[in-house]
């Protein structure tokens, strides 16, 4: 069964800390990994998408990087306002479409 | 940018009564999911459609259903309402090609039932 574990499942971090979240995923064939963020009470907002192992993306402070096994966010000198919970999901192959999510890391960064 | 819109954005239900959550995807996006996400949870997935027609389903209890209309709104009804049916409920759409997806998600409906 395919299964998404991320973790820590909470991260406290001083402004400017930078640290690492990570995914890790038992999926026979990766289709897609796919990292979001989400506010308290809001939608998950769409951050990366990778699809291969050894892929890189970055957007500002958020850099995300994927293994055969594994997916980091880095997280460079964060701001109080990056605090959010940041979700993975993976797509595997098949008929199925749809992403399995992990239980997300929630991460709070104090000023 | 177009995003999901979804409403109403908050819902205050009795027990046993009826709900309709209504989702509009982003223009030309071809599939739209229903995700259920309850306090400190992930979204867990309730159904999708693609191009109008139901595509997968997930933990999607029989007292709801959900289609997708020619416009491409969707709707989600939910009947026979529980206590256990308050969360966010959340839509999604994305444009697939070549197997691959990115998901969107709209902002959610808080339904609350009393």
């Known amino acids: 069964e395919d299964q998404v574990t991320q973790s820590p499942e909470a991260l406290r971090l001083q402004e400017g800390e930078s640290s690492s979240l990570n995914c890790s995923y038992t999926v026979s064939g990766l289709r897609g990994l796919f990292w979001y963020r989400q506010d308290p009470g809001k939608g998950p907002e769409f951050l990366f998408t990778?699809?291969?192992a050894g892929e890189e993306k970055e957007k500002e402070r958020l850099k995300a990087t994927l293994t055969k096994k594994e997916s980091f966010l880095h997280i460079t000198a964060p701001k109080p306002e990056d605090s959010a919970t940041y979700l993975c999901?993976?797509?595997?192959?098949?008929?199925?479409?749809?992403?399995?999510f992990g239980r997300g890391t929630s991460l709070i960064v104090h000023p | 940018a177009a995003g999901v819109i979804q409403s109403p954005r908050h819902l205050i239900k009795e027990k046993r009564e009826t709900a309709t959550l209504k989702c509009y995807p982003i223009?030309?996006?071809?599939?739209v999911y229903w995700y259920q996400q309850g306090p400190g949870q992930d979204p867990q997935f309730l159904i999708s459609?693609?191009?109008?027609?139901?595509?997968d389903k997930g933990s999607i209890p029989d007292r709801f259903s959900a289609q997708q209309f020619s416009d491409y709104h969707s709707e989600l009804n939910m009947s026979s309402l529980e206590l256990g049916d308050s969360a966010l409920y959340f839509c999604a759409s994305s444009f697939q090609r070549e197997g691959r997806i990115e998901q969107f998600f709209g902002p959610g409906t808080r339904l609350t039932v009393l």
């Open positions: 999901a993976v797509q595997a192959p098949g008929g199925s479409y749809i992403p399995t």
């Open positions: 459609f693609y191009e109008k027609m139901q595509s």
């Open positions: 990778l699809y291969s």
């Open positions: 223009p030309r996006h071809d599939t």
